[in-house]
């Protein structure tokens, strides 16, 4: 089974891609973020052409997730169960389903904004509830994993300059702490190879030539339970994805599994 992972930045926008990507990469399953859509608005029927069933969880404006599969989609979990809300609302973050022989969540981990702000607050009750939601499922014996973009470099390894972001969010010790809390659940990092360069960054900002520095950061994590990490038989960075007119600022994340 090839599962993979992709912060798409707009799933109108990124459609083209999409589809071709999916048809030449052999993808069984993706856990998308960021669509930037609705779930009518939701491209289910020229996914379906392809052979993947979806299920979504969209609002529109700037968040969204879903998971697209062709070899089954059951069970299917809308949002996360006792999150937190924020303005009132539990914004469309998180689903989860069964495919095949493996349970898989999507998730969009809240960006957090400033160290400061009433969202990195949200952000690290999230990250709680997320714990929680998925403890029994990361202690059983059924391969699982969470992927997604969560918005936390695990190391400063993950980040290509750490001075350049001292103070800021995604790197700081309580972030980190609430990734590592997450892990302690059961769970352990799926770290891809690196294709190019000595790291695998998976978010690469537009400004700046960002991609063609490689002034990237390993924000998009694949954490998979003991049955999942144990059946991986590759994962990398789709780099090539990231390049180009139309790219999102994201490159997908790809793992093999021996199921």
Known sequence: MRIATWNVNSITARLPRLLAWLESSGTDVLCIQETKTTAEQFPADELRELGYESAVNATGRW??????????????????????????????????????????????????REVDHAHFAYKLEWFEALKAAVAADAAGARPFAVLGDFNVAPTDEDVWDPALFEGATHVTPAERAALAALRDAGLSDVVPRPLKYDHPFTYWDYRQLGFPKNRGMRIDLVYGNEAFAKAVTDSYVDREERKGKGASDHAPVVVDLDL
């Open 63 to 112: 968040n969204g997730v879903a998971l697209v599969s062709r070899v089954g989609l059951e069970d299917v979990t809308v949002g996360l169960p006792g999150g937190p809300d924020y303005d009132g609302v539990q914004e469309p973050r998180a689903i989860s389903a069964t495919c095949g022989s493996a349970r898989v969540w999507s998730v969009y981990v809240p960006n957090g």
